[in-house]
T-cell receptor, first 114, second 115 residues
Framework: EADIYQTPRYLVIGTGKKITLECSQTMGHDKMYWYQQDPGMELHLIHYSYGVNSTEKGDLSSESTVSRIRTEHFPLTLESARPSHTSQYLC?????????????FGPGTRLTVL | AQSVTQLGSHVSVSEGALVLLRCNYSSSVPPYLFWYVQYPNQGLQLLLKYTTGATLVKGINGFEAEFKKSETSFHLTKPSAHMSDAAEYFCAVSERNTGFQKLVFGTGTRLLVSP
């Protein structure tokens, strides 16, 4: 069973606030990912990491930032939330190597910015 | 770039009926293909994947999919739908990008199961 956790599960916040979405995995995976998912739409990769101190931008431009100081932890931060940031954010991790390796997903954080 | 097309944003079946969810991909190289399921308010869970070898892949919960290279398809099937199968299903293709496993997802198909 996958052991990847996201907190909070739901967040409603006002415009201009700084927020951090937490993601942790206990599987020792090197690679971690953040996806953004809007209703009825596909998942879009916004950030990924090869390992500690490695972060890259994904396909979808995002005003969020990420950090990877520890293998198990991959938080996402929005310095100033806006209504356009309202979405579901999914964190995932995978083993390094084979293209066919499964990405394990967390339960997601549903963010609403008022 | 690789892409995935899922025909039908919604599919409705009766309990006990055949489930068929369609997925077509585009790729210039042999792809790795995945089906994920997402239940309400949850993350994605892997149903099955095709990497190499046998083209008929069996997954969890009685689902299976067949890789057809000539048709660039990877349709998901289940002989008999159950109420618990109601969920969103995503097809994805794996694309290598500078040694990194990048998944390209389709827009998803919502499966509705009626009694």
């Amino acid at each position: 069973e996958a052991d990847i956790y996201q907190t909070p599960r739901y967040l409603v916040i006002g415009t201009g606030k700084k927020i951090t979405l937490e993601c942790s995995q206990t599987m020792g995976h090197d690679k971690m990912y953040w996806y953004q998912q809007d209703p009825g739409m596909e998942l879009h990769l916004i950030h990924y990491s090869y390992g500690v101190n490695s972060t890259e931008k994904g396909d979808l431009s995002s005003e969020s930032t990420v950090s990877r100081i520890r293998t198990e932890h991959f938080p996402l931060t929005l310095e100033s939330a806006r209504p356009s940031h309202t979405s579901q954010y999914l964190c995932a991790s995978s083993q390094e190597g084979d293209l066919g390796y499964e990405q394990f997903f967390g339960p997601g954080t549903r963010l609403t910015v008022l | 770039a690789q892409s995935v097309t899922q025909l039908g944003s919604h599919v409705s079946v009766s309990e006990g009926a055949l489930v068929l969810l369609r997925c077509n991909y585009s790729s210039s190289v042999p792809p790795y293909l995945f089906w994920y399921v997402q239940y309400p308010n949850q993350g994605l869970q892997l149903l099955l994947k095709y990497t190499t070898g046998a083209t008929l892949v069996k997954g969890i919960n009685g689902f299976e999919a067949e890789f057809k290279k000539s048709e660039t398809s990877f349709h998901l099937t289940k002989p008999s739908a159950h109420m618990s199968d109601a969920a969103e299903y995503f097809c994805a293709v794996s694309e290598r990008n500078t040694g990194f496993q990048k998944l390209v997802f389709g827009t998803g198909t919502r499966l509705l199961v009626s009694p």
